[in-house]
């Protein structure tokens, strides 16, 4: 059985900085580019950021490049999101997906605050 | 970067009723999108990949349509549990970018 589970999310203040974790079991993660995707509250889906299966390729949004990074571990089975200088239009629940199977994680709440 | 503008932002139908949703996308995709039912609380699902191609599972009554710069998503006949939220995103190019979202709820 697929899963991806997300962790770290937390309330953080602006300019502050946090490590999202997303452990994947179920499928040849190794394989597989993975996604950051976030919705802010009440609002829709906005994409954040990809990896490629072996790590070389990445690619962010343009409101999150240069603070943003993504990576993954495949010994862990695990991507990360870290992300740097946070601001009040950070906050969403952050989900990582695998876009080709359509496999998705239950998202865990970043809130930026002071 | 390619904007997706989809229409309408939300509707209101009933049981049985036919529904279209577009997407069209600010320069040609090819059939480089997918259709998303999301529930409240949940994650997205995918229900239509390369435009057209109804996912492993996903009911008759969803279909999509188009190619290059527009593209449909249809429900056939609405049941209950089709009341969600809906979105395209396109995967030609990155970034990758998601519709606005249309919300069908129940009249």
């Known amino acids: 059985q697929v899963q991806l589970v997300e962790s770290g999310g937390d309330v953080v203040q602006p300019g502050r900085s946090l490590r999202l974790s997303c452990a994947a079991s179920?499928?040849?993660?190794?394989?597989?580019?993975l996604h950051w995707v976030r919705q802010a509250p009440g609002k829709g889906l906005e994409w954040v950021a990809v990896?490629?299966?072996?790590?070389?390729?990445?690619y962010y949004a343009d409101s999150v490049k240069g603070r943003f990074t993504i990576s993954r571990d495949d010994s862990k089975n695990t991507l990360y999101l870290q992300m740097n200088s946070l601001r009040t239009e950070d906050t969403a629940v952050y989900y990582c997906a695998s876009r080709g199977d359509d496999y998705w994680g239950q998202g865990t709440l970043v809130t930026v605050s002071s | 970067d390619i904007q997706m503008t989809q229409s309408p932002s939300s509707l209101s139908a009933s049981v049985g009723d036919r529904v279209t949703i577009t997407c069209r996308a600010s320069?040609?995709?090819?059939?480089?999108l997918g259709w998303y039912q999301q529930k409240p609380g949940k994650a997205p699902k995918r229900l239509i990949s390369a435009a057209s191609s109804l996912q492993s599972g996903v009911p008759s009554r969803f279909s999509g349509s188009g190619s290059g710069t527009e593209f449909t998503l249809t429900i056939s006949s609405l049941q209950p549990e089709d009341f969600a939220t809906y979105y395209c995103l396109q995967h030609d190019s990155y970034p990758l970018t998601f519709g606005g979202g249309t919300m069908v709820e129940i009249k």
């Open positions: 179920g499928f040849t993660f190794s394989s597989y580019a």
């Open positions: 990896i490629s299966s072996d790590g070389k390729i990445k």
């Open positions: 320069q040609d995709i090819r059939n480089d």
